[in-house]
Nanobody, 115 residues
Framework: QVQLVESGGGLVQPGGSLRLSCAASGFSFSWYTMNWYRQAPGKERELVAQ???????NYGDAVKGRFTISRDNDKFTVYLQMNSLKPEDTAVYYCNTERGTRSFWGQGTQVTVSS
């Protein structure tokens, strides 16, 4: 079965960096688009970044120029490099992939940006 496990969250000061990882299993990872979402308290979950099976990427407007999504198909892992972090980036970050009408999620990793 599809499993997604995020790691790499934590507390960072404004202007700092973090790299999130999502280890995937249970499916042919290299074939599928992988997504990072985030959800802040009291807000809806929003798409942060996505990368397709050709390594084409898309980013949410709030993170363009600061975040970079990448994937290592040999390691079944997708990454989110986050630079120039802001307090408004504070959220739980989720890894996601979809199969038709089915959506698969990891458990999430907390990112807190605060001085």
């Amino acid at each position: 079965q599809v499993q997604l496990v995020e790691s790499g969250g934590g507390l960072v000061q404004p202007g700092g960096s973090l790299r999130l990882s999502c280890a995937a299993s249970g499916f042919s990872f290299s074939w599928y688009t992988m997504n990072w979402y985030r959800q802040a308290p009291g807000k809806e979950r929003e798409l942060v970044a996505q990368i397709d099976n050709n390594n084409s990427t898309n980013y949410g407007d709030a993170v363009k120029g600061r975040f970079t999504i990448s994937r290592d198909n040999d390691k079944f892992t997708v990454y989110l490099q986050m630079n120039s972090l802001k307090p408004e980036d504070t959220a739980v970050y989720y890894c996601n992939t979809e199969r038709g009408t089915r959506s698969f999620w990891g458990q999430g990793t907390q990112v807190t940006v605060s001085s």
